[in-house]
């Protein structure tokens, strides 16, 4: 049976046959295109736009049709070589910028300039240097963020007729000439001597003034214990007082009572003049014995002292 198909297969009409289904399969091959994700295809008609495919399966008639472009709409980074700049106050610095930028529409893209990186490329270092001479070396160094944001919005602004849409751009490097580099890092070297000096002599005065309340606080807390021994001082001493005034009052008040029942018992007694007379003698006796240099006596006592001196000079005539 193979060779049976073998020898109908060697004749030339059958040869020619299978030639041209091959050449055609082949051809209808090359007719289907696959369109990626994230990709797209321009397509021309007789030479001019008929429309973009998107990512899928498509088919293309050929001569009358043609792929003239495929783009990819992925966000694309462009770095770009240093470009040298000058400032507004004249120093000349090398600056390279990183742009980040997404394809939005195709037919622009493919027909809105003949070279749209290179276009893209020129309008980033014309815009930079239109900004950078605006403003001083100072404001180059510490104004990135402001760089980046107004080139950004100028060239959005000027590739939407390319069918581009700038996402970012970065400085990425600012490269001033070596004598202000050398200048920049003394100035730099200076500003940090200084902050360490300020930062020592903050420290010192800190120290002083946390020296100076630790000695003001030892000093109040040792006034308050001081305070604190003469109040208790103080009471001490007043509670002393009061016990021996109370001391000396509860004194008076025996003696007191104790001369009152002296002198009850003496009127139960019933004691007459004459008695009277001899204690108020010997009281004058006791006075007497004292530092006073006049002593007043009553007649009464002054008839006792008389009768005293007769009775003892009767008892010695007796004797």
Known sequence: MFLNLFLAASQPGTIILIVIITLVVIFALSCVKIVRQAEAFVVERLGQYYCTWESGVHFLVPFFFRVTRRISKKEQVVDYEPQPVITKDNVTMQIDTVVFYQVTDCKFYAYGVEDPRAAL???????????????????????????????RDILDIATDAWGIRVNRVELKNILPPKDIRDAMEKQMRAERERRESILRAEGEKRSAILQAEGFKESEILRAEAQRQVLIEEAEGNKRAAILKAEGDAEAIIQVQEATAKGLELIKKAGVDQAVLALKAYEALVEMSKGQATKIIIPSEIQSLAGLATSMSEVLKNTK
């Not at 490329?121 to 107004?150: F, P």
């Open 121 to 151: 490329e020129k309008l980033t270092a014309t815009t930079l240097r239109n900004i950078i001479g605006e403003i001083e070396l100072d404001a180059t160094l510490t104004s990135r963020d402001l760089i980046n944001t107004k080139m």
